[in-house]
């Protein structure tokens, strides 16, 4: 991973083999990022998304393991409120060699070529609380 702080927030370039969400938690607690947005794309050999499946409170995932553009990934970064870890939620689209796309909630990516990621942090840490009705953490504002 390689990153340049610019003036309005980072610039993150991660290489092959690096997974994505991992390198952004350390990233944010080395840098310690209180809070902020992420957008990104590139490619990657390996990833699992999912969806929330909300009568069962649970999330059903799918990996797909094959040469895969990041058409776009969008994100927060929050801390959980029951721990105070940093928690970087995800949304991401990919798609494969016959332009077939795939979307949901990312839980891992492991990068194939590059995948280049703004951050654009925020002042002041952002809380995520446990919301049991609903089964996940929402923002706490």
């Not at 929050?78 to 991401?92: A, K, M, Q």
């Amino acid at each position: 991973m390689r990153y340049k702080k610019v003036e309005e927030g980072y610039l993150i370039r991660l290489d092959p083999g690096e997974e994505v969400l991992s390198k952004l938690v350390d990233f944010v607690k080395a840098e310690q990022i209180p809070g902020g947005f992420i957008t990104g794309m590139g490619a990657v050999e390996r990833v699992t998304i999912g969806f929330y499946d909300y009568e069962n409170r649970s999330y059903i995932t799918k990996t797909y393991r094959d040469r895969l553009e990041v058409g776009n990934l969008n994100g927060n970064i929050t801390y959980l409120e029951e721990t105070g870890d940093p928690f970087i939620h995800c949304h991401v689209t990919v798609g494969d060699s016959s332009l077939n796309s795939y979307t949901g909630h990312l839980f891992e990516a492991i990068v194939l070529v590059t995948v280049e990621i703004f951050i654009r942090p925020l002042k002041e840490k952002l809380m995520r609380h446990r919301n049991q009705e609903v089964g996940f953490n929402h923002w706490q504002l």
